[in-house]
């Protein structure tokens, strides 16, 4: 979906369970720091809005993206967090690391859900430019951290409703 045509910020289907007796673990990039701690922020005040309490909110940082991987990894076995966002911002250079960053945190990520059979979150930001990362970090298109934190909230209600 392009994201000019949808605020990241806003719900859309089924309502946003309570996250009242969820706990959570936010890894984010310290790279593109700007950035990421916009997104960090979106995702805390999000989760905090639908009834996280504060202290089931644990905080990690890794370096860069390319090292979300592994740090939801250790998260996910160090901690007893029921979803991992994964918070990052890849943005083009004039290289094709780009792509090569962008396509082994996505598949990393979608790796961690599979092995661990928990929501991974995949909050990554993968813009053209400063500017479209800043619209989506809090700008005009909204903020991809809320988007995380409501996706964690659903995956982790979907899981417990079905188990």
Known sequence: MATNLKNLSKTEGSQVPSA????F???YAEW???VTDALKNGAIKTLLKHGADKKNIH??????SFELTL???IVAERCDADAIICLGCIIQGETRHFDFICDAVANGITQ???KYNKPFIFGVLTTNNQKQAMDRAGGKHGNKGDEAAITAIKMVHLK???S
């Open 32 to 34: 593109n720091s700007r």
């Open 112 to 114: 961690l859900n599979i």
């Open 71 to 73: 740090g939801a990894q």
């Open 20 to 23: 009242k007796q969820m706990k």
């Open 25 to 27: 673990a936010i890894v």
């Open 59 to 64: 905080l990690h940082a890794v370096p860069g």
């Open 160 to 162: 417990e409703s079905i």
